[in-house]
């Protein structure tokens, strides 16, 4: 009985041991940014190197070209969740889909995760590119961010599009399984050892339910690849970080005091925010437009892309997709596929 007990306790040592080692290995791991999509390029900034592509206006009409428009992208995903959604909204406008710290091609440092930390960094490479008077979009996450590239350099930023970001953290969810994966040691384990067929399920929560996400990438293994490209650190801090940055104000009081135009995009069908609650807190900003897409869940732009882009061209004051101008704010007979909050 004694030899048994030796035995379980020795073997129980053993596992505690591995798994603090693991914990060190995959909290102080790190990755430099690399090039990942086609076209992309790796900037130089200050304190991180980050991944973007450039696309410029493809037909721009007499008159010149739009404002610029900038795609940051949610949380565990990569500027790749814009590749159906740029060809709709480059038309008459420059594009620049950035990676954020930790996530696609850009590095993937120890720290650095605070949302402001991040705005920064975007806000560098747009100086870096001479972008003024942008339409920053956010989708999730990226719309955090979004709103405080506008807080903190407001002369880059014309408008704000946010696409499925709830005002308060209150209004979401965690988008994974459980709370598990975010538990330190015991999460570093699961981190290590999860399967592709784990990481798919679990974006299953990031579109409504049913909707084939596989088939609405280019690259069938895209959130697999998002997914793995991640440091535990990156995955685990940037979740923390935007949760942080909506406690200590809420994005709908944020964009009032900065008093940038804003548009809030949510789907119906949404399973990581509740869409509801998060279009009544935007209305209360002034002069924000809202809209609910039916039967669409937290990605729009991936699910609903023409409707997406085309009220994020109407926003930008540029015309519709079919190159009808419209005033800045001001939605045509053709938005019936969105309610208005």
Same mark, same amino acid.
């Given at each position: ?30 990755? @430099? ?11 130089? $900034? ?21 404002? @610029? ?37 850009? &590095? ?20 870096? $590119? ?41 209004? *979401? ?10 538990? @330190? ?36 293994? &895209? ?5 793995? *490209? ?13 949760? &942080?940055?909506? #406690? ?22 949404? &399973? ?34 023409? #409707? ?12 519709? @997709? ?12 053709? #938005?019936? *596929?969105?309610?208005?909050?």
């Amino acid at each position: 009985m004694r030899r048994r007990w030796r035995i379980l306790i020795g073997f129980a040592v053993v596992v505690i041991a591995l798994l603090a080692i693991n914990t060190v290995v995959l909290d102080s791991e790190t990755k @430099p940014a690399e090039i990942t999509a086609e076209n992309g390029r790796i900037v130089e $900034l200050d304190s991180v190197d980050l991944q973007l592509v450039e696309m410029p206006a493809t037909d721009p009409v007499p008159r010149g070209e739009g404002a @610029p428009i900038v795609l940051l992208h949610c949380y565990a995903c990569s500027l790749h969740w814009w590749d159906r959604f740029v060809p709709l909204i480059n038309e008459n406008h420059r594009v620049v889909a950035i990676d954020l710290i930790g996530f696609g091609g850009s &590095q993937k440092p120890k720290s650095g995760y605070a949302i402001d930390q991040q705005a920064r960094a975007v806000s560098e490479a747009m100086n870096g $590119l001479g972008l003024r008077g942008a339409v920053v979009v956010g989708h999730s996450m990226g719309g955090d961010v979004a709103t405080a590239v506008a807080e903190g350099a407001s002369e880059l930023v014309s408008r704000v599009a946010l696409i499925g970001t709830p005002s308060e953290s209150g209004q *979401a969810k965690l988008p994974f399984l459980s709370d598990l994966i975010y538990t @330190p040691v015991i999460g570093e384990a699961v981190w290590r050892l999860r399967p592709d067929f784990a990481i798919r399920d679990a974006y299953e929560s990031a579109f409504a339910p049913g909707f084939d996400y596989e088939a609405a990438f280019s690259n069938p293994n &895209q959130v697999v690849e998002d997914n793995r *490209a991640m440091t535990y650190t990156s995955f685990d801090r940037a979740e923390a970080e935007s949760l &942080q940055f909506s #406690d200590a104000g809420t994005i709908a009081a944020r964009i009032t005091a900065v008093g940038v135009p804003l548009l809030a995009i949510f789907g119906s069908e949404d &399973q990581v925010v509740d869409a509801a609650a998060a279009a009544q807190s935007f209305e209360a900003v002034p002069g924000a437009e809202v809209r609910i897409f039916d039967g669409v869940g937290h990605s729009p732009n991936v699910e609903a892309p023409a #409707d997406t882009a085309e009220s994020l061209l109407r926003f930008a004051g540029a015309g519709s @997709p079919g190159g009808a101008n419209l005033e800045p704010g001001v939605a045509g007979a053709d #938005d019936s *596929a969105a309610e208005t909050g």
